[in-house]
C-alpha cells in the first residue's frame, strides 16, 4: 500500500525498452463500512472463491479486526479497504500502482531513466523504507504525477529484492510481483488473477491516465471517450463518462466454470464460466 498522495499496469511489445517494462502490481480502493463488513462476512466469497489475508507480515487470516482485506492473484492484487484502514484513504478513492521486475544490484539512474519515459510530464519520486526485526531496508522507489483532486492515484515502482530477503529469511536477488505473491498465496480457491480493471472518469483524469498509459503502450482501442489497453496480463479501460472518478468494474480469472451472483453492499458480483466480475455501483 501507498502513502494517498502517491496512491495500489504492464508487460507487452511497446515503446519501452524490454528492461523498462512495468506490469500492474496491485490497486486499492476505499469503500463504506456496511460493504466492508458485508464482504468480510460474507459465507461463501472468502472461503470459496478469493485468496484473503489481512497484509504482511504475517499474511495472516481476515478477522474482524481487519481494515483491508487483501485479494491476492498469481501476478496481482487488490486491496478493499474499509474506513479504519490504518493509512486513512477517504471512502470512493482509488489507487493504482504498477512495478517493474528487478534484479540485483540495482541500476543507477532510475530516476532520470523514468524521467524520460514520462517525457514532459510533471513527475516527482518518493522513497520508502520498511523494518522488520530491528532492520530498516529501502523498501521501493515511486514515481507519480502529482494531482491533489483527483479520486483515483496512479504510481510506478520499483522494488528492492532485499525487501523479498528480510521478510522471509531467504536470499532473494530478484523482485517479481509473482515471487511476493507466492509467500501469500495458497492456491486453493477459485479465482486465480485480475483480468482487467474498468475506470470511470473525469475529462481530467481521463487525459492524465491516458498521457502516461501512452508513454508505456499504444491502445489497441481508442475513441474519444474510451482507450483500451492490453497490459500484459491485464486489460485496462479508460472511459470518459462520469463527473467524479472511480473504479467501475473489476473482472478476475477462475480456475473453474462457475454460475454466481451476490449483492454485496454497493458491490455486485456475478460469475459466468471462467470469470468473476465485481462491479461498484457507486
Known sequence: MIPVMLVALFAFESKMQPERLFNLNHFYISIDRETFEAFRDHP???????EADSGMPEFGPVT??????????????????GPDNRFNVAQG???????????????DGWQENTRRLFDGMDLEFGKNTYTSRGEEISWFETAYVP??????????????????????DQVYSEYTREAYLR??????????????????????DFDRIQ???????????????????QAGDVTIRLI????????AEVEFILQENHTCSYQVGT????????????RFTR
Open 93 to 107: 478513492v482509488t489507487g493504482i500502482g504498477f512495478s517493474e521486475d528487478t534484479k540485483l544490484p540495482l541500476e
Open 240 to 247: 470518459r463518462a462520469e463527473d467524479i472518478s472511480r473504479l
Open 267 to 278: 458491490i455486485i458480483i456475478s460469475c459466468e464460466d471462467s470469470r468473476l466480475r465485481m
Open 147 to 168: 494531482d491533489s483532486e483527483t479520486t483515483i492515484y496512479t504510481w510506478y515502482s520499483r522494488y528492492n529484492p532485499d525487501f523479498l530477503s528480510l521478510i522471509t
Open 211 to 229: 498521457d502516461e498509459l501512452n508513454a508505456v503502450y499504444e491502445p489497441y482501442d481508442k475513441t474519444d471517450t474510451q482507450n483500451i489497453y
Open 64 to 81: 474482524d479486526s481487519t481494515g483491508i482485506i487483501y485479494l491476492r492473484g498469481e501476478t496481482v492484487y487488490m486491496e478493499l479497504m
Open 44 to 50: 461463501e466469497l472468502l472461503s470459496r472463491y478469493f
Open 183 to 204: 509467500l501469500a498465496r495458497s492456491g486453493t480457491k477459485q479465482v486465480q488473477n485480475i483480468n482487467s480493471l474498468t475506470l470511470s472518469l473525469t475529462s481530467d
